[in-house]
């Protein structure tokens, strides 16, 4: 069965058992009475794995109740879900060693059966920053176990660290809190169930490029710097290794053992060969490439050399037990003196997040004028209702004043037809300083809207502009890079990295417009007023982006304004700092706090 595994006792004897079972050569078992015991046996302690490890929470969320079970994998069912969310993982396959994922179900209708998966795994003795981070001296119950963090340390202690070698939220649900969850399924199960080599685990960490643009591990986890990559010896180790396997005839020829790192290595030269054979290139000049930015090779070069060249990756560390604790704390405290490298990086400042003075606008009205129709039909229509003539007049928004605050939200409120479209743009149209008759964006060939009112100060004004449809989103990258393209994005529900390389004709319209929400934020304005907001998206969606946006909007200081129809579903989870609700026919009200 795809969904079991079958393991052999020293006696011959076979059990089956569920597919991810932590068991595996040399453990030592006990069976009786319906249950299953496994020996962490340089720890003395006997672990019952029988039952399905299952962790229950209750979650309020959108004025539901959602209960959500995290648990190890035990049907068809859930390996098939499990198997589809791998295909969201950045760089797939999984952990090397012993892995569990932990998968999280949910009891909604309308929420995916799997929300996602974390995996814990086995650790790698080669990890430079955790190398850094343990050369000082660990005690257990007054007992020394390492003075430093050296080679043979390494091999003897390193069961003793479990990792997070996957995670992945399901698409639709990113941004809603669920990576926090995860997380503590994660420090749960290996408190409770993990063990590895003997020994239960005192430290878990984890070790991913994400981190860089998604830091989602919190405060729990300690920053340790970065591992070392491969960059420094590249060229040395797949000189060798290939040259050895040329002189052999085959891979064959290249040295055996070695661990899990030469596994690696050797993978990679064996790439590297049949891209020779393939190209006929010499060695020296690929390996010549291999040293230089990915972005600067070509792409048939950069497709089959990539994996090749591990370029240093953020990595984080926990403390498990109460003395791992006190460890990790100690290094913290000490600010990690002894490896002169910070514990967690600052904030980088954003361009115009400085204090900013208030915009003021004063005596905001519109006013519309717009030709009637002079047809048989629609004089019969006015004549059935009482209107008459050839020209239509009204005012939809009676003059009143309010004020944006930077790093503060305001929600425009009203039914249909109420003027939530024109108050957004006439923001744009009163922020450059001038006075404006007409706006000829909303003027049509027998129509004209006049905008009145004034500004204590000029603003630039964002809002969701039209993108080319064959561009690719990373082409609107910015001038703050990739690092705060990727955060912006992800603040505004879109954390999948393979959407930034499609064309955007291929994106979804919800896609389309959270993208244009973000390019919002990273042009920088002082204002930004996004119309119809999250009309567009689900319900949870729209909670993931109004959270995230909350922090945006402090972070860049900016006076975000969105104006909905829908806005009991938005405000309660947005939670201005005021609202201005029109009403036809009557003045705007502004509310300067946001009814509970």
């Given at each position: 069965m795809p969904d079991s595994s079958k393991f052999t006792l020293a006696d011959g004897s076979v059990f089956q058992a569920r597919r991810f079972l932590p068991l595996g050569k040399g453990d030592h078992v006990l069976m009786r009475e319906g249950e299953l015991?496994?020996?962490?046996?340089?720890?003395?302690?006997?672990?019952?794995?029988?039952?399905?490890?299952?962790?229950?929470?209750?979650?309020?969320?959108?004025?539901?109740?959602?209960?959500?079970?995290?648990?190890?994998?035990?049907?068809?069912?859930?390996?098939?879900?499990?198997?589809?969310?791998?295909?969201?993982?950045?760089?797939?396959?999984?952990?090397?060693?012993?892995?569990?994922?932990?998968?999280?179900?949910?009891?909604?209708?309308d929420l995916p059966s799997v929300l996602g998966f974390i995996e814990v795994s086995s650790s790698m003795i080669a990890n430079t920053a955790r190398k850094r981070f343990l050369d000082y001296p660990y005690r257990e119950n007054g007992e020394l176990l390492w003075s430093r963090w050296d080679h043979a340390s390494a091999r003897k202690y390193s069961n003793m660290i479990c990792r997070i070698s996957r995670f992945v939220i399901h698409p639709e649900l990113r941004g809603l809190g669920l990576a926090k969850e995860f997380l503590e399924a994660a420090i749960q199960y290996a408190e409770q169930r993990w063990f590895f080599g003997g020994f239960k685990p005192r430290f878990i960490e984890i070790t991913a490029d994400m981190l860089r643009y998604y830091p989602f591990v919190g405060q729990s986890f300690v920053f340790m710097g970065e591992t070392e990559g491969n960059g420094h010896r590249i060229q040395k180790d797949m000189s060798y290794l290939v040259r050895r396997a040329q002189a052999g005839e085959d891979i064959r020829g290249m040295p055996q053992g070695g661990g899990g790192i030469m596994t690696l290595q050797r993978g990679y030269a064996a790439q590297l060969i049949k891209y020779l054979k393939k190209t006929n290139k010499s060695l020296p000049d690929v390996i010549h490439s291999l040293k230089f930015d990915p972005s600067t090779l070509d792409q048939e070069t950069w497709e089959a050399l990539y994996r090749l060249n591990r370029r240093p990756k953020p990595s984080y560390i926990m403390g498990l037990t109460t003395n791992a604790k006190s460890f990790v704390s100690e290094r913290c405290e000490n600010h990690y003196a002894t490896v002169g490298s910070a514990?967690?990086?600052?904030?980088?400042?954003?361009?115009?997040?400085?204090?900013?003075?208030?915009?003021?606008?004063?005596?905001?009205?519109?006013?519309?004028?717009?030709?009637?129709?002079?047809?048989?039909?629609?004089?019969?229509?006015?004549?059935?209702?009482?209107?008459?003539?050839?020209?239509?007049?009204?005012?939809?928004?009676?003059?009143?004043?309010?004020?944006?605050?930077?790093?503060?939200?305001?929600?425009?409120?009203?039914?249909?037809?109420?003027?939530?479209?024109?108050?957004?743009?006439?923001?744009?149209?009163?922020?450059?300083?001038?006075?404006?008759?007409?706006?000829?964006?909303?003027?049509?060939?027998?129509?004209?809207?006049?905008?009145?009112?004034?500004?204590?100060?000029?603003?630039?004004?964002?809002?969701?502009?039209?993108?080319?449809?064959?561009?690719?989103?990373?082409?609107?990258?910015?001038?703050?890079?990739?690092?705060?393209?990727?955060?912006?994005?992800?603040?505004?529900?879109?954390?999948?990295?393979?959407?930034?390389?499609?064309?955007?004709?291929?994106?979804?319209?919800?896609?389309?417009?959270?993208?244009?929400?973000?390019?919002?934020?990273?042009?920088?304005?002082?204002?930004?007023?996004?119309?119809?907001?999250?009309?567009?998206?689900?319900a949870f969606t729209m909670a993931a982006v109004c959270r995230r946006i909350r922090h945006l909007v402090r972070e860049y200081n900016v006076a975000f304004v969105a104006a909905t129809a829908s806005y009991d579903r938005v405000g309660s989870v947005l939670q201005p700092d005021q609202r201005i609700l029109l009403r036809r026919g009557d003045s705007a009200i502004v509310l300067e706090d946001s009814p509970q």
């Open positions: 015991w496994v020996l962490a046996k340089r720890d003395d302690v006997w672990i019952n794995i029988f039952d399905a490890w299952i962790r229950n929470i209750t979650l309020k969320f959108l004025g539901k109740t959602i209960q959500v079970e995290f648990k190890e994998i035990e049907t068809l069912e859930e390996l098939e879900q499990f198997e589809a969310l791998r295909k969201f993982h950045y760089r797939g396959g999984g952990g090397a060693g012993r892995t569990v994922p932990i998968i999280g179900r949910s009891n909604i209708w514990i967690e990086k600052e904030p980088c400042a954003v361009e115009g997040s400085e204090e900013q003075e208030p915009f003021i606008f004063t005596g905001i009205s519109v006013h519309a004028r717009a030709q009637m129709a002079q047809s048989r039909e629609a004089r019969s229509l006015q004549d059935s209702f009482g209107f008459v003539g050839s020209e239509l007049d009204a005012t939809i928004i009676q003059p009143f004043d309010f004020t944006l605050a930077p790093g503060t939200i305001t929600l425009i409120c009203g039914g249909s037809g109420s003027g939530k479209t024109l108050l957004v743009q006439a923001l744009s149209q009163l922020s450059d300083g001038q006075k404006h008759a007409c706006d000829t964006e909303i003027c049509g060939e027998n129509a004209e809207v006049h905008i009145a009112g004034e500004i204590n100060r000029i603003a630039s004004v964002g809002g969701l502009e039209s993108i080319p449809g064959h561009i690719a989103s990373l082409d609107l990258i910015g001038k703050g890079g990739l690092e705060e393209f990727l955060k912006v994005t992800a603040s505004c529900g879109l954390a999948e990295p393979q959407l930034f390389v499609r064309p955007v004709s291929t994106l979804s319209s919800g896609q389309m417009y959270r993208l244009q929400i973000a390019l919002a934020f990273l042009k920088h304005s002082q204002i930004v007023a996004v119309d119809n907001f999250c009309e567009p998206l689900d």
